[in-house]
């Protein structure tokens, strides 16, 4: 059964949930007030975790610092908004929050966005980021994570990491990843009705902006149609809720069938990126799960805390 926390926020976010108004369907504005929404959901960022400006290379992003975390433990974490919105500032909160249950800090890369940048910009850019990151980290202190998009790209941005040769990370984790830009997954139809964050239209606008003429399939748009050989240990976490739960399930088929070390993990009655919702018991469960994940995988990290 669902915390009752999590109903009364389900009920609430029904009442509440934008559509895209008649005849702006295109309109990138109208598309990128619904992603703020859900965004603005995500309450206020934990107090003891500092943000600065700053870049890794010629990528530009924010570190987030949290105190007592080991120096030598980092996430490179990608935000979420459907390739076309969200940045570093709209996720501070759920991106810190994990930072504390990872006892880790992160940096998160303002990636250029849709319309204006079409794929395979983001893409290039998490590339770069984490180029110029293990040129100064050993990889095996660097944990790759996302959520929605951001967690499509951090499998993608792996997947060229591993194509150029690139030594890689101790681990990926994901919140509810965007996996397959083709919307295949039976769930995107079965859950349509339940899911209070996502709609099948904002979906296919969003990769519509993002892909232009690009094949929906391309593995570095839609890893769920990847190869993850050599892939680090995975975890990915959904809710049962959400349009996107069989794209967290097929990343877990393809870790599987390369056989990567992976634990997919659906939270009953969860929606999409319910990890972000402070109130709800289900969301601290799945942070401290992935926290724990994190620390258990970057043991050099681990051992130089103090």
Sequence with gaps: ?????????????????????????????????????????????????????????????????????????LILYFHGGGYIAGSPETHRPLIARLAQASEAHAFVPAYRLAPEFAFPAAVRDGIDAYRHLIAKVDPKAIVVAGDGSGGGLAFAVLLAARNAGLAMPAAVVAMSPWADLSLCGMSVLTNKGNDTALTWELLFLSARQYLRKTNPCDPYASPAYANFRDFP?????????????????????????????????????????????????EARVSLQRLGQFVRAKTPAARDAAP
Excluded at 17 to 45: C, H, K, M, N, W
Excluded at 259 to 271: A, F, L, R
């Design 1 to 73: 059964m669902p915390s009752w926390q999590s109903e009364l926020f389900r009920r609430f976010s029904r009442l509440s949930q934008p559509r895209v108004a008649a005849g702006a369907a295109a309109d990138i504005a109208e598309l990128r007030r619904q992603y703020t929404y859900l965004s603005d959901r995500f309450g206020a960022a934990p107090g003891d975790v500092a943000f600065e400006a700053g870049h890794v290379g010629p990528i530009k992003g924010e570190w987030v610092k949290h105190g007592p975390a080991t120096a030598d433990r």
């Design 233 to 281: 240990p995975v975890m990915v976490h959904a809710g049962s809720l959400e349009m996107l739960k069989d794209d967290a399930s097929r990343i877990g088929d393809r870790a599987a069938d390369s056989g990567t070390p992976v634990s997919v993990e659906i939270y009953d009655h969860m929606q999409h990126v319910f990890q972000a919702n402070p109130y709800v018991p």
